[in-house]
């Protein structure tokens, strides 16, 4: 009986085990069932996403940060650099288009739904809070709207917030242009809070110092730079109204040389040449030589004007115009030596003017010495002046009328002694003066020419004197005969040597600028200092400025 009875208990409980097994199946797969279906219903249905929006708007106040009154508020940077460039030297700034991130957690902003991240366009920026970033050194800054603002908007279930827009920014760029052209930058890009000190708010990396900031190299879009590398740090500038956090990122650029080695270096060196070639032209040559001149300056002064036009109006003066005032130096100097040579080329023309004039060589020839006159005069004395004045007239007289004047002169023996001595005073003026064509020289000529022909062609006069000549008959004779025996060979040996003398007379040989020809010493020395001296200048310019280190590390 027991047994029995055991055995319709386990009967009944059997089939209550299996309904409950089969009601808890039915069950589970019901829940399943429903989550399915709800599912389902949100991923077709954006009612949903729209309530999960209305409900994280829901009493949020854009107008309070994160964590107001609480911790203190952390955005996370990073730049990408779509396009760099240009570079202004003269305005010293420089322009980028850039994607400018940042990234906070707003925990007002955490929500429960299907999906990881809300991606929102711009409408939803000006309905939260968002950090008021600005460029400290930026010039113009411009936000990119076409065809719609250009503003990305994200939020992550945990509230964290993605916020990027599209930015071109045209920021100063300090410049020291000691080294120019082979100079080197680094400008800053300065960005932080307007409003919030760094009490309430600070800046970090979003991935670190060195990956923060990224640039690619089809990026950079510059003609006289290239850019060389990108840092980043931060600092805290103090003001009035509190310290703010600056995170400051800069752009390494160094400086091509190609375009100032075409137009101003190789332009300088070779005018510099080109006045040195003027030291190897002869120095009559004074119009090419002054063009060389004249136009090599002109032309130093056209590139150093020229030069400047591509830099701001600096005080101090650069590499370059270092170079330019050297070259314009040896440009000018060449100018002045070309003056100090034909300055004293004319000089030494001059003072060889002064000097004697090399005349040619005259035949030597026996004058008629005051001696032989004297011997005259103590054989013949004078006891009248009536043969000098007879001379003297027959001097002034024409040739023509030198036989009429022959044959009417009466000598007398009295007046040989004076009349000789007169000749022998002209015969010594006229051996040191017959080598010049001069009046003086040809009256002289006459005379003795007259003398000769009036002792050998004159007859026995009549007494002029008769109380006189009738005292002395002999004398006469024998004086007359002494007289052309003694003056005869002399005078007509000075009027041989007068004729001789006369015809092929020329004029003293004077100094001429082609007599004094030939090279400067100032040229010659010239030709090796300017050339050595300038190259000198240009290996020691060269080796000082590329061997030194001109990159500028942190903005100047």
């Not at 001429?512 to 190259?535: C, E, H, N, Q, W």
């Given at each position: 009986?027991?047994?029995?009875?055991?055995k319709?208990?386990?009967?009944?409980?059997?089939?209550?085990?299996i309904?409950t097994?089969?009601y808890?199946?039915?069950?589970?797969?019901c829940?399943?069932?429903i989550?399915g279906?709800?599912?389902?219903?949100?991923?077709?249905y954006?009612?949903n996403?729209?309530?999960?929006?209305?409900?994280?708007l829901d009493?949020?106040d854009?107008r309070?940060r994160p964590?107001?009154?609480?911790?203190?508020t952390e955005?996370?940077?990073d730049?990408?650099?779509?396009?760099?460039?240009?570079?202004?030297?003269?305005?010293?700034?420089?322009?980028m288009?850039v994607f400018?991130?940042?990234t906070w957690v707003?925990?007002r902003?955490m929500?429960e739904g299907?999906?990881?991240?809300?991606?929102?366009?711009n409408?939803?920026?000006?309905?939260v809070?968002?950090p008021?970033t600005?460029f400290?050194?930026g010039?113009?800054?411009?936000?990119?709207?076409?065809?719609a603002p250009?503003?990305?908007f994200?939020i992550m279930?945990n509230g964290?917030?993605?916020?990027t827009?599209r930015?071109?920014?045209?920021a100063?760029c300090?410049m020291?242009l000691v080294?120019f052209?082979?100079?080197g930058?680094?400008?800053?890009?300065k960005f932080?809070?307007y409003?919030y000190?760094?009490t309430e708010?600070?800046?970090?990396?979003?991935?670190?110092p060195?990956h923060?900031?990224?640039?690619?190299?089809?990026s950079?879009?510059?003609v006289?730079?290239?850019?060389?590398a990108?840092?980043v740090?931060?600092?805290?500038i103090?003001?009035?109204t509190?310290?703010?956090?600056v995170?400051?990122v800069?752009?390494?650029?160094?400086?091509?040389?190609?375009y100032?080695m075409i137009?101003?270096?190789?332009?300088?060196?070779?005018?510099?040449?080109?006045s040195q070639?003027?030291f190897?032209?002869?120095?009559e040559?004074v119009?090419?030589?002054?063009?060389f001149g004249i136009?090599?300056?002109?032309t130093?002064?056209t590139?150093s004007?020229?030069?400047?036009?591509?830099?701001?109006?600096?005080s101090y003066?650069?590499?370059m115009?270092?170079?330019i005032a050297?070259?314009?130096?040896?440009?000018?100097s060449a100018l002045?030596?070309?003056?100090?040579?034909?300055?004293?080329?004319n000089?030494?023309?001059?003072r060889?003017?002064?000097?004697?004039?090399?005349?040619?060589?005259?035949?030597?020839?026996?004058?008629v010495?005051?001696?032989?006159t004297?011997?005259?005069?103590?054989?013949?004395p004078?006891?009248?002046?009536s043969l000098?004045?007879?001379m003297?007239?027959?001097?002034?007289?024409?040739?023509?009328?030198q036989?009429r004047a022959?044959?009417t002169?009466?000598?007398?023996?009295l007046g040989?002694?004076?009349?000789l001595?007169?000749?022998?005073?002209?015969?010594?003026g006229s051996?040191?003066t017959?080598?010049r064509s001069?009046?003086?020289?040809e009256?002289?000529?006459?005379m003795?020419?007259?003398?000769?022909?009036?002792?050998k062609?004159?007859?026995q006069?009549?007494?002029?004197?008769p109380d006189?000549?009738?005292?002395?008959?002999?004398r006469?004779?024998a004086g007359?005969?002494?007289?052309?025996?003694?003056l005869?060979?002399?005078l007509?040996?000075?009027?041989?040597m007068?004729n001789?003398?006369?015809p092929k007379?020329?004029?003293?040989s004077?100094?001429?600028?082609?007599g004094?020809?030939?090279t400067?010493?100032?040229?010659?020395y010239?030709?090796i200092?300017f050339?050595v001296?300038?190259g000198?200048?240009?290996?020691?310019?060269?080796?000082?400025y590329?061997s030194?280190?001109t990159?500028v590390t942190?903005g100047g």
């Amino acid at each position: 009986m027991v047994f029995a009875k055991k055995k319709e208990m386990v009967t009944a409980t059997q089939p209550a085990f299996i309904r409950t097994l089969v009601y808890f199946f039915c069950l589970t797969t019901c829940a399943k069932n429903i989550s399915g279906q709800t599912r389902k219903d949100e991923r077709i249905y954006p009612e949903n996403f729209t309530r999960i929006l209305d409900r994280l708007l829901d009493g949020y106040d854009n107008r309070l940060r994160p964590g107001f009154g609480g911790p203190v508020t952390e955005v996370k940077t990073d730049i990408y650099v779509t396009s760099f460039g240009p570079v202004s030297d003269v305005e010293m700034e420089y322009t980028m288009d850039v994607f400018f991130r940042q990234t906070w957690v707003d925990r007002r902003l955490m929500y429960e739904g299907p999906v990881e991240i809300l991606r929102l366009n711009n409408l939803m920026v000006t309905k939260v809070w968002t950090p008021d970033t600005f460029f400290r050194n930026g010039k113009r800054s411009v936000a990119h709207n076409m065809t719609a603002p250009n503003k990305l908007f994200r939020i992550m279930k945990n509230g964290t917030i993605l916020y990027t827009m599209r930015l071109t920014i045209s920021a100063e760029c300090p410049m020291k242009l000691v080294d120019f052209p082979m100079d080197g930058h680094a400008c800053p890009l300065k960005f932080g809070s307007y409003a919030y000190p760094k009490t309430e708010m600070i800046y970090t990396w979003t991935k670190g110092p060195q990956h923060s900031v990224e640039v690619p190299p089809e990026s950079s879009s510059l003609v006289q730079y290239d850019l060389i590398a990108q840092t980043v740090s931060s600092e805290t500038i103090k003001s009035i109204t509190g310290e703010y956090e600056v995170m400051t990122v800069y752009f390494h650029l160094k400086r091509k040389m190609g375009y100032f080695m075409i137009q101003t270096y190789i332009p300088c060196i070779m005018t510099v040449i080109l006045s040195q070639v003027s030291f190897w032209i002869n120095k009559e040559s004074v119009p090419a030589r002054t063009v060389f001149g004249i136009t090599t300056v002109l032309t130093m002064t056209t590139l150093s004007i020229s030069a400047r036009h591509s830099l701001p109006k600096v005080s101090y003066a650069t590499a370059m115009d270092w170079f330019i005032a050297v070259c314009f130096a040896f440009v000018f100097s060449a100018l002045i030596e070309f003056a100090a040579v034909n300055y004293f080329t004319n000089a030494q023309i001059e003072r060889a003017k002064k000097k004697p004039g090399k005349c040619p060589p005259v035949p030597q020839s026996t004058p008629v010495k005051v001696k032989d006159t004297e011997e005259v005069q103590q054989q013949i004395p004078d006891t009248n002046g009536s043969l000098r004045k007879r001379m003297n007239y027959v001097s002034h007289q024409d040739p023509t009328s030198q036989p009429r004047a022959q044959s009417t002169t009466n000598i007398s023996g009295l007046g040989r002694g004076r009349q000789l001595r007169a000749l022998a005073g002209g015969a010594n003026g006229s051996s040191s003066t017959l080598s010049r064509s001069s009046p003086k020289s040809e009256s002289l000529l006459s005379m003795a020419s007259s003398s000769a022909q009036l002792v050998k062609g004159t007859p026995q006069p009549a007494a002029s004197t008769p109380d006189v000549m009738a005292g002395t008959p002999g004398r006469q004779g024998a004086g007359s005969t002494s007289l052309q025996h003694l003056l005869g060979p002399k005078l007509e040996r000075i009027q041989m040597m007068g004729n001789k003398l006369e015809p092929k007379q020329t004029p003293c040989s004077q100094p001429t600028a082609a007599g004094m020809g030939g090279t400067s010493k100032i040229d010659k020395y010239a030709r090796i200092l300017f050339p050595v001296s300038f190259g000198a200048f240009n290996m020691v310019y060269w080796v000082v400025y590329l061997s030194k280190d001109t990159m500028v590390t942190k903005g100047g």
